[in-house]
């Protein structure tokens, strides 16, 4: 790696930190980066997995306490189903042609800010929806589930928007469920994508750390900075993310 590079990703790694501990959205930074320096898109989205997902952890040990009053069963279900799709959607990431993959990339990065943008408005219709169960339930889990395993950007809103359909109502309880789901997930993935040897892990590992460091600063930011400042700004990245991808397709 260069000067250039080893800054560029620090500087993407520290930031995407801050912003996931605050609103969400660091994988707009993170993936992009990756690309910029030099890492073909396949195994950026794969490193980029890799950089963000411990964060995941930490969110859901924060929730530790409702998770574990949740029904066990159900808990069970859902992350086993996270793990399914988290595999399936790394195997169909690996299986993609990375032509393909590339001009799919805009359009990825366009429906994730989307969501982001329009992700409260989607929370508020799922919990008008009637309790989603049975097979459509564990059909519409496991389909969102090989998205974040393939593509996780704007996973989190689309998490708690299923977890509305599927009932769950508390708050605390589905930050819980969507951190633990995400890492559960996410870890597969990584583990995935590992073994078939497409991670760039010095990019991976420089990531990680400034994202570490990042969002320890995020938490402490979050007191003094509005939520929606920062949600403005990820969804400016997004936008502008979009249209460089698209212009590099063309």
Known sequence: MTIFEICLLTSAGFLAG????????????????????????????ATSAVAVFPGYLSGALGFL?????????????LLGLSVLGGVLGSLLLLVTPAT???????????????VFAV????????????QTTGNLGTLSTLIVCIYGGYFNGGLGIILLALLS???VRDLNVMNGLKNAMSFILSAASVVTFALAGIIYWPQALLMMV???VGGYCGALLARRLSARVIRSIVICVGVAMTIVFTFRTI
Do not use: M
């Open 65 to 77: 306490d409702e998770l574990r009053v949740y029904p066990r069963r159900h808990l069970s279900a």
């Open 210 to 212: 400034s994202a570490t």
């Open 165 to 167: 359909t599927l009932g």
């Open 100 to 114: 393909v993959f590339s001009a799919v990339v805009p359009w990825l990065l366009g429906f994730a800010t989307l």
């Open 119 to 130: 992700g409260k408005r989607i929370s508020n219709w799922a919990e008008r929806r009637s």
């Open 18 to 45: 801050v912003i996931n501990a605050i609103a969400g959205g660091g994988s707009f930074l993170t993936f992009p980066a990756l690309v910029f320096a030099g890492v073909p898109a396949i195994p950026a989205n």
